[in-house]
């Protein structure tokens, strides 16, 4: 796991820098860059639309055109490593999810945002206001005590449920164990109206494995003998099994028909038209799921942490940032942009312009537009306090922090999968991947023969 005090020597060093700063002018020079052309490559995750609503307000600030490149994920994903294993010059700025960093960081993709710190002619202590984000998020932005990136969205999963079809059941509180939520489900379920859907496809770290990783830790699993320390996999322990079979009850016995491909999209569709009791998937999609225009289930919503086994709940983490390319030609230019965007004032705006709620800054969460706006509370507990206690229980190190974690998520979530349509029994697709895993560690060179 990744150590917290790293985590306390990075915060350490980044306040000590934002402290020597705000004694000095922090007056930026914001059209110092005029003329320059911007270049970033990402995906539509929340928070990027609403950003793009405020390009034409940064271009006029400073004369700097602001291009963005939109794909899926995984292509967007896939693209960034080959144009920077490259050394292309086509993006300045990259976005980055915290548990492909670690590969960035390795391959000496991205310069670390605090080279920028002490540069007063870019960098104003109080537009940065580094001890303004949440510490997890900033975590993940950071690889070795470096802080490479800077993190515009917090992710957590929690757990959303219909309020009506609970006290139809006689259900008087969301599950708190995954017995309680085999429980549940079955006495919610109906062939007209499945009790829960989750995702099921393989695609990326932000599929299956997204999801199934809670049952994982909550039953006591770990991926290896001893991160970062001790490689060896153990992706097939009892713990492990268990949690697999657990979930594949959940997806086969009370889930839609063709959950087994599921991807995000389809997860907030199947909840925000009520076609599922309930869902475990991203709070910070709760805005899309209550959208007022297409919502058939706001007002009728309630919001839990996610339920958890021996080991307690541990619902899912990551964080997003932007990150500036270390092959760009113009970094002072992107690293203004960063500060500009990332700052808590461009966040509430987005936060109001879009249905971005997963902001990094704490101060954003208290901020009394965020709360208006985003509160919600039907009765079957509040929005905002769901997410906060499960960022404050979610493993900061949810996944692996290293470079091989994209190589060793896929074939889990293959794995994963097979047990889902049947191809194999939990203990069979497991005791596989286990073997492969290994042999991808000593691929890598991290693991002996």
């Known amino acids: 796991m990744m150590n917290r005090s790293v985590l306390g020597v990075a915060l350490a060093g980044l306040l000590s820098w934002s402290s020597a700063a705000m004694a000095q002018d922090s007056a930026v020079d914001m059209r110092q860059f005029e003329g320059t052309t911007l270049d970033i490559l990402y995906f539509d995750i929340s928070f990027i639309p609403g950003l793009k609503k405020l390009f034409p307000e940064f271009e006029e600030k400073t004369g700097i055109k602001i291009n963005i490149e939109t794909l899926s994920e995984q292509a967007a994903r896939q693209k960034a490593q080959l144009e920077l294993s490259t050394r292309s010059t086509a993006f300045d700025i990259v976005g980055v999810q915290s548990g492909n960093l670690p590969l960035y960081a390795q391959n000496g993709w991205v310069t670390p945002v605090e080279s920028f710190f002490d540069n007063a002619s870019i960098s104003d ?15 993940g932005m950071a690889s070795g005590g470096t802080q490479y ?39 919610v379920n109906s062939d007209a109206l499945p009790a829960i859907a989750l995702r099921g496809s393989p695609a990326s770290t932000a599929g299956n494995i997204w999801i199934f990783n809670l049952f994982f830790y909550g039953e006591g699993a770990k991926y290896f ?57 991203g ?37 997003h940032g932007l990150c500036v390319s270390a092959y760009s030609d113009t970094p002072e230019a992107a690293y203004l942009f960063l500060e500009w965007a990332l700052s808590a004032e461009t966040m509430v705006k987005v936060s109001q312009n879009s249905a971005y709620l997963a902001t990094t800054r704490t101060s954003v969460w208290s901020n009394p537009l965020f709360k208006e706006k985003y509160n919600f509370d039907f009765g079957g507990g509040e929005f905002l306090t769901a997410y906060r206690d499960s960022l404050n229980v979610a493993p900061a190190d949810y996944y692996p922090p290293f470079a091989a974690w994209g190589i060793v998520s896929d074939r889990m979530g293959q794995a994963v999968q097979e047990a889902e349509i049947g191809s194999k029994s939990a203990e069979q697709a497991l005791n596989d991947a286990n073997a492969d895993i290994a042999q991808i560690l000593r691929d890598e060179g991290l693991l002996s023969e």
């Open 125 to 139: 202590p109080e537009k940065r206001n580094i001890e303004d984000f949440i510490p997890s998020t900033l975590q």
């Open 149 to 187: 990136c800077l993190p515009f969205f917090a992710a957590t999963v929690i757990y959303y449920y219909q309020i009506d079809k609970f006290k139809e059941a006689g259900i008087t509180a969301p599950p708190q164990t995954f017995e309680e939520l085999l429980s549940v489900s079955a006495k």
């Open 225 to 281: 003998a001893d991160f970062p320390n001790e490689l060896t996999p153990q992706v097939n322990s009892p713990e492990a099994i268990k949690a697999l079979e657990t979930f594949i009850a959940l997806k086969n016995e009370y889930g839609p028909e063709g959950g087994v491909n599921f991807v995000f999209d389809d997860v907030v569709t199947a909840m925000q038209q009520g076609n599922v009791v309930s869902v475990i998937d």
């Open 283 to 319: 709070a910070p999609l709760a805005g899309r799921i209550l959208d007022p225009e297409q919502s058939k289930v706001s007002g009728n919503l309630g919001f839990a942490v996610v339920p958890g086994g021996p080991a307690g709940p541990k619902p899912s983490f990551a964080s």
